[in-house]
C-alpha cells in the first residue's frame, strides 16, 4: 500500500521544495521550479531506474530508495554542511 510522506508543518511544502531544488541544482540536475516533482524522474534516468510518472509497481525497493536517497540524501548533507556552517559563526 503506497503511501505518501506528509510534512509535520504543511506550510512548510514551498519552503522545503525550495531547498530540494537548491540541491539538486548544485548536484547538475536540471530544476523545474513549476514541477518539484520532476527533478525525481532525472535523477532516476541517471541511475537507470525505470521510473515513470504514475504507477511503478514493478520498481523493486532498491531502485525506490536508490532514487530517494540520492535526493534525501543530498539535502541532508547540505542540512549538515548548513549547521555546521551555523556553529562556526
Not at 530540494?20 to 518539484?36: D, F, L, R, T, W
Not at 525525481?40 to 521510473?51: G, I, N, R, S, T
Not at 530508495?65 to 562556526?88: D, F, H, P, T, Y
Amino acid at each position: 500500500m503506497a503511501r505518501k510522506k506528509k510534512l509535520l508543518v504543511p506550510e512548510a511544502q514551498s519552503a522545503v521544495n525550495q531547498f530540494k531544488n537548491k540541491v539538486m541544482a548544485q548536484q547538475g540536475y536540471n530544476i523545474n521550479s513549476g514541477e518539484p516533482d520532476q527533478v525525481k524522474y532525472e535523477v532516476a534516468k541517471d541511475l537507470h531506474v525505470p521510473l515513470k510518472k504514475g504507477y511503478n509497481g514493478t520498481l523493486t525497493s532498491k531502485q525506490a530508495g536508490e532514487v530517494g536517497g540520492k535526493i534525501g540524501g543530498s539535502m541532508v548533507k547540505e542540512m549538515i554542511r548548513m549547521a555546521q556552517q551555523n556553529l562556526n559563526k
